[in-house]
C-alpha cells in the first residue's frame, strides 16, 4: 500500500508542476510595447547608410532610410555618383557628397625601402 501511495503523490507532483509554470514569464518575450511616445523618441534615420555595388546591375545607396538607385531622386536631388564609401547628390543647389563613415580616412601604408611597388590594378599571377 506504500508503493500505491508513494506513486499516487508523484503522480500528483507531476500533474502540479505545468500549472505553476504558465506563472513564470517567457524570457524569450520581447518587452511590452510601451506605445507611441517611444516610436517619437527614437530619431529617424539619416544620412547615408548603405551602399550596395552591382559589377553587372544598378547599384544603389540607403539614404535616409530609402533605397536609392543610380540616377534615382532623392527629395530634390539626384544621386549622382557612387563610389566605395560615398555619394555624390547632385540638385539646383549644387553637389552634395555624403560618406559612410565621416571624419574616416584611408591612408597608405608605408612600404620598406627594399620592396618593389607594383604598379595599380596589376595581379600577381602565380609562376609555373
Same mark, same amino acid.
Given at each position: 500500500?506504500? &508503493? ?10 507531476? +500533474? ?11 524570457? @524569450? *518575450? ?6 507611441? $511616445? ?15 555595388? *552591382? ?13 536609392? %538607385? +543610380? ?12 563610389? %566605395?564609401?560615398?555619394?555624390? +547628390? *547632385?540638385?539646383?543647389?549644387?553637389? %552634395?557628397? &555624403? ?11 608605408? @612600404? ?5 611597388? *607594383?604598379?595599380?590594378?596589376?595581379? $600577381?599571377?602565380?609562376?609555373?
Amino acid at each position: 500500500m506504500t &508503493m500505491n501511495s508513494n506513486s499516487l503523490m508523484i503522480v500528483a507532483a507531476l +500533474l502540479c508542476a505545468p500549472a505553476n509554470a504558465w506563472s513564470l514569464p517567457d524570457p @524569450t *518575450r520581447p518587452p511590452d510595447f510601451v506605445g507611441a $511616445e517611444s516610436a517619437a523618441a527614437t530619431p529617424a534615420p539619416s544620412g547615408l547608410q548603405s551602399i550596395i555595388r *552591382r559589377p553587372h546591375g544598378k547599384s544603389a545607396a540607403v539614404i535616409n532610410g530609402v533605397y536609392v %538607385e +543610380l540616377g534615382g531622386r532623392i527629395g530634390d536631388a539626384t544621386l549622382d555618383r557612387i563610389g %566605395e564609401d560615398s555619394v555624390q +547628390l *547632385r540638385s539646383a543647389g549644387g553637389r %552634395e557628397t &555624403m560618406y559612410l563613415t565621416p571624419g574616416v580616412g584611408k591612408k597608405i601604408a608605408p @612600404t620598406s625601402s627594399g620592396a618593389a611597388k *607594383r604598379p595599380p590594378g596589376k595581379l $600577381e599571377k602565380a609562376r609555373p
